[in-house]
Structures are given as structure tokens and as C-alpha cells.
């Protein structure tokens, strides 16, 4: 059966099979309008298929193949949420989710799907926020701190095994309970390299100790993270992400767009820095249960780079962090290819689905289609056939109804966007960053006293002392010598004070000495995937 070429003539009245799957989706409350019912090749604008409001924080996720309309369907889905008061997230992975900020521009074929699918379409742009990982690329600067990061992310980004990863939370627990902050990467490379030094070894003995060859295998993946143009994503100041929460002055939800083209041959990295944004937000936001609407809706694009080489342990955070967010009001869909890409643990809970077209080019591909045909619920479609037929703009879909039950499968031809469908001119998009309230609070970087100025000045005034022993000892042997020689000497003038009483007696040494002192034992208490939970 076909569904996608565009019939001429009028659609004639549903009956049994289309008629029941039209029901499934007449909801009462508040709905997200997603497109019209396709059925035997025929598009039905009088069978709306819909998602309640209220079902949008029990996660989703967006598939199909490349080109078939995936990021469109994002767009369509944030500008109603926004319309309706909801902040949304997205990630910008190719730079042309930018024109949600603008009108759509009217054309021929905007009022032949609008025609289509019965919808009033009026050109509106949406309030946006653009951000940028580490200030590479337009938008507002995105950083973390190390600390704030944790060890279990940053395993992930710098692809440590198990055994590494376990050394680096060894590394972050020292550095908790001495007081040395780890803000940036330079940070943590010091604390590596002191706790493998002559000095630094003996810290760690008592609870595992960490072998020089880890920490060599550390230190080499920070250098060659950084060799990447990686190390601006750490430091300060910390982006706090409340930020996406927010609402514009007319009561509609902030579209926060994470500007990524830059960066996206660093998939590893912003993938594993939008688990960072999500564990945040998490840990942070009060438990609230079912909402009438949610307080964010975060689309995780390219989420199979998420799970490549995930370690088990991390896999199961990202299963229980993604089922537990819901009941502080937060909704995710996953967006990425086949169905497959994602864990079965957390393919079960996304319970909304819209699967773009799949092909069968390959052996691999269908056996893919045959995988993603058995994750749907029994339907009157042979949907094989039909995911192998949509045309760029279709999908099949299934939601959850305001009873929590999942609807029947829809074939869908979807509506247009109403914002612009492609990304907006350079130099808007710069002054709208620009323009933003939160540019100034971001945009400059701060290098404060941390873990790296803290550790030089202890090996500073440590390297300083040993000189000053060694060179009393020397006036020692002198005094001797001349005491033995009988010789009277006149009382030398004072001298000035050496290097190492200077720094020894500096206020930024007893400042360094009384803060490791009252820190001593205090250990920054840590989420699920050991990111510092910060105080709002």
C-alpha cells in the first residue's frame, strides 16, 4: 500500500481499520498537532494525529533515514511547545535549526502541505537563545568545570576503560578532599602529575594508589583532547543550565538552540556534553510528578554517538537518568537513525515515536527494517511496505493517550514548520547572540585560583625552602669553620629575607595553607554520574 504520492480526490469518509486509528488520537486536553492520517494513499485532513501535552515528559524518539525529514519534525514539535509555553532544547548538528528564531517564508509547496494536511499556516518566528560549546562557533559560550563534569563524562570523552576510569574518580576523590578545584584541564593535569611525583605518590597508597603507567594514559589523552581545540569547553564561568528553563516576556518557552557545526567533528564530545546537560538538570530540579505541561522538552540529536563504546556502567546511568528526569518534568527525545541505535533499556521508555521512511539497500538495512517494524504495536499497515515508502515529510507514529496507553499506529503526512526552514542569515544570528541578556554573563572566560596555581605555589615554596636548608646548612659549616679557625668575625648586617621566606610568610601561602586545612576531609558530593551537584 502506498501513502505517500498526493491524492486528487477528495478523501472519502473513514470507516473501519482508518476510522479507529483516527479515534485513537481525538484527544480533549491540550495537543501538540503533528499532521493528518495517511491511509490506502489517501491523506485524511479531518483525522488529526496528535500528542497530549501532558505526554511530552514521558520521552520520545525522532528515526529514520538521512534526508527524510527528521530535523523538520523537531522544528514543527518545538515551535508548538514553545507556543504553548514549554522552553525546548535543541542540538544544532548541521547549523540549520538556526531559522526557528524567524518566520517561514510562504511558497507553493507550504500551501499545498498545509492544504494537505488541513492547517492554517501563518509565518511566525519563535524566541531563541543560541549557545555554543566552549565559545567555538557562534552563540553564547557553554562551559563546565572539571570538577562539576566528573569523572564518569570525562571517561567517556577521553575513552578511558573501565580500570582508567576507576583511577580518575580516585584522582577527583583527592582532589575533592584536599581543596583543589578542578576547573580546567590544566588543573587536573596537575593533580595527576603530583600524585605520581616523588612528593605526591604516598597520598594515595592507603586507598589503591594510582600506577604511573594510568596515569600516563590519562595525560596523554587530556593533551590530545586538547590538541583538538577541546579545552576551552572547561572553565569558568559555569554555565548554569536553569538557563534552558525560561520563558519570553509573552508567556511563550524559550527555544534554547545549541549551535554545534563547529564542532561536529567532535562527536564524541558534544554527544557526551549533552549527557552532562541533562545529568545537570536532573540533579537540580525538585521532584514534581505529572505536570499539565512539562517544564522542558530536550531533543538529544545524533544519539547513537552517545552509546558507541559506552561502558556498562555508564549505559545504566544514562537509563536511569533518563527514567527518573520524568518526574521532575522533563521530557527527552532521542533522535537518531534506527530504532536500533538506541539501548533496549532505554528504548522502553520512550514511549512517543515518529519513524521517518527507512531503506533497504543492503542485507543490514533490512534486517534493521525488520528490527524497527518490531518495536511498533500490532497494526492494520503492512509496515514494512509502508516505512519503506513515506516520502520526505511522513511518518509512522504512535503515542501515548492522556491515559498513558499507546495508540494505535498512524501513517502521518506532517505539517509544515511555520518558522523558517533553514538557518538564518550569519549576521542575525550574531547579533542576537549579542543582544542576549546572558552574553555578558558568559561570554568572557575567568582563570581563577585553582588547582593548578594552588599546587605550583606549594612546589614554589616547597623547591624555596630546600633551598634556604640547604643554604643555612652551608652557613652552618662556615660558622664552624670559623669558630674552629678562632677567627673573630664582626656581627654581619641583617639580610634580606630569602625566596623561600618570602613565599613562606606571603598572605597568599597561609591563605593556600588555612583553605587545604579546613577542607581537609570535605568531599563534593556527586550524582549519578559523578558530576558536583552546585546549589541554584
Not at 576523590?173 to 600524585?195: M, P
Not at 516576556?249 to 554527544?271: C, H, I, W, Y
Not at 519513524?355 to 534493521?368: C, I, M, N, V, Y
Not at 515508502?389 to 511522513?394: A, I, S
Request: aromatic share 6%.
Amino acid at each position: 500500500m502506498s501513502v505517500s504520492e498526493p491524492s486528487t480526490q477528495p478523501p472519502a469518509p473513514l470507516a473501519g481499520p482508518a476510522a479507529e486509528i483516527a479515534a485513537g488520537y481525538a484527544f480533549d486536553g491540550a495537543a501538540l498537532d503533528l499532521g493528518a492520517l495517511l491511509w490506502d494513499g489517501v491523506c485524511h485532513p479531518d483525522a488529526p494525529v496528535r500528542i497530549p501535552l501532558p505526554m511530552l515528559n514521558r520521552h520520545g524518539l525522532v528515526a529514520g533515514a538521512t534526508g527524510t525529514g527528521k530535523t523538520k519534525t523537531l522544528q514543527l514539535i518545538a515551535e508548538q511547545l514553545s507556543a504553548h509555553g514549554v522552553p525546548v532544547f535543541l542540538a544544532d548538528i548541521k547549523g540549520d535549526v538556526s531559522g526557528v528564531s524567524a518566520p517561514g517564508e510562504d511558497g507553493e509547496r507550504v500551501r499545498e502541505r498545509a492544504a494537505q494536511v488541513g492547517q492554517e499556516w501563518r509565518g511566525t518566528g519563535f524566541p531563541c537563545e543560541f549557545y555554543g560549546l566552549g565559545g567555538i562557533g557562534p552563540g553564547i559560550p557553554v562551559r563546565s568545570t572539571v570538577t562539576g563534569f566528573g569523572p564518569v563524562l570525562l571517561s567517556k570523552v577521553l575513552q578511558l576503560n573501565r580500570t582508567q576510569e576507576q583511577s580518575l574518580g580516585l584522582i577527583f576523590h583527592y582532589a575533592d578532599s584536599k581543596g583543589l578545584e578542578l576547573v580546567d584541564l590544566k588543573d587536573l593535569r596537575a593533580v595527576v602529575a603530583f600524585l605520581v611525583s616523588d612528593v605526591g605518590k604516598a597520598e594515595l597508597k592507603g586507598i589503591g594508589g594510582l600506577s604511573t603507567v594510568t596515569a600516563g594514559v590519562i595525560l596523554r589523552s587530556i593533551t590530545a583532547f586538547e590538541q583538538q581545540g577541546a579545552g576551552g569547553f572547561f572553565g569558568e564561568p559555569e554555565f548554569d543550565t536553569s538557563e534552558f528553563l525560561r520563558t519570553a516576556a509573552d508567556g511563550r518557552g524559550t527555544v534554547s538552540v545549541l549551535e554545534l557545526p563547529a564542532v561536529q567533528d567532535k562527536p564524541q564530545l558534544f554527544s557526551t556534553f549533552l549527557m552532562w546537560m541533562l545529568a545537570d538538570l536532573y540533579e537540580d530540579l525538585p521532584e514534581v510528578g505529572d505536570l499539565e505541561k512539562p517544564k522542558l522538552v530536550f531533543f538529544f540529536d545524533e544519539a547513537h554517538l552517545l552509546f558507541n563504546g559506552a561502558s556498562q556502567a555508564f549505559l545504566e546511568s544514562v537509563t536511569q537518568t533518563v527514567r527518573l528526569i520524568r518526574s521532575k518534568g522533563v521530557g527527552v527525545f532521542f533522535v537518531t537513525q534506527t530504532p536500533k541505535d538506541v539501548p533496549s533499556d532505554v528504548l522502553g521508555q520512550l514511549g512517543n515515536r515518529v519513524q521517518h521512511a527507512l531503506r533497504a539497500f543492503t542485507p543490514d538495512d533490512a534486517k534493521a527494517l525488520k528490527a524497527t517494524v518490531r518495536t511498533f504495536p500490532k497494526s492494520p499497515y503492512d509496515l514494512e511496505e509502508v516505512l519503506t515508502g513515506l516520502g520526505t515529510g511522513e511518518a509512522v507514529i504512535t503515542v501515548l493517550s492522556e491515559r498513558g496507553a499507546p495508540t494505535p499506529v498512524a501513517a502521518t503526512r506532517l505539517r509544515a514548520p511555520e518558522s523558517l526552514m533553514g538557518p538564518v542569515d550569519a549576521a542575525a544570528l550574531d547579533a542576537a547572540v549579542k543582544a542576549s541578556p546572558l552574553y555578558g554573563r558568559y561570554a568572557e572566560a575567568v582563570d581563577r585560583e585553582s588547582a593548578y596555581e594552588k599546587l605550583t605555589a606549594e612546589q614554589l615554596a616547597a623547591e624555596a625552602a630546600a633551598l634556604e636548608a640547604a643554604a643555612a646548612k652551608e652557613s652552618a659549616k662556615e660558622a664552624t669553620k670559623a669558630q674552629a679557625q678562632g677567627g673573630a668575625r664582626a656581627p654581619r648586617q641583617k639580610e634580606e629575607p630569602s625566596l623561600a621566606e618570602q613565599v613562606v610568610g606571603s598572605g597568599i601561602f597561609t591563605s593556600l595553607a588555612r583553605s587545604i586545612g579546613t577542607q581537609l576531609g570535605r568531599e563534593i558530593s556527586r550524582s549519578i554520574f559523578g558530576t558536583a551537584r552546585r546549589k541554584r
